[in-house]
């Protein structure tokens, strides 16, 4: 099993930073490609970003490219989303996820965290 805790979600103005850690613990070293997905009420989850085991491959949504960056310690277990230039419609909860296979498809994505909470507020 494979847990995983979000945090550094808050309360910020737009333009503003923030960095959102995901902790994990459990058989951790099962895990392979990891990710971020936000989520607004009524709307699906939807893929932000994600990386590789390595932490030398990342995808990011159009929507967040070059604004996000996503990385990984391993040696910690802990992954990371720093966000710059947050606007109003980054405004979501935020999830951690794991895949536990290599070359993981969205579906592959079966372990999430409970949620951090961003609010973005112009």
């Known amino acids: 099993q494979v847990r995983l805790v979000e945090s550094g979600g808050g309360l910020l103005q737009d333009g503003g930073s923030l960095r959102l850690s995901c902790a994990a613990s459990?058989?951790?070293?099962?895990?392979?490609?990891m990710g971020w997905f936000r989520q607004t009420t009524g709307k699906k989850r939807d893929l932000v970003a994600t990386?590789?085991?390595?932490?030398?491959?990342?995808t990011y949504a159009d929507s967040v490219k070059s604004r996000f960056i996503i990385t990984r310690d391993n040696a910690k277990k802990t992954l990371y989303l720093q966000m710059n230039s947050l606007n109003t419609e980054e405004t979501a909860l935020y999830y951690c996820?794991?895949?536990?296979?290599?070359?993981?498809?969205?579906?592959?994505?079966?372990?999430w965290g409970q949620g951090t909470k961003v609010t973005v507020s112009s």
């Open positions: 990386i590789s085991r390595s932490g030398i491959d990342t």
């Open positions: 996820a794991a895949a536990l296979v290599p070359g993981p498809v969205v579906e592959d994505y079966k372990y």
């Open positions: 459990g058989d951790t070293d099962s895990i392979y490609d």
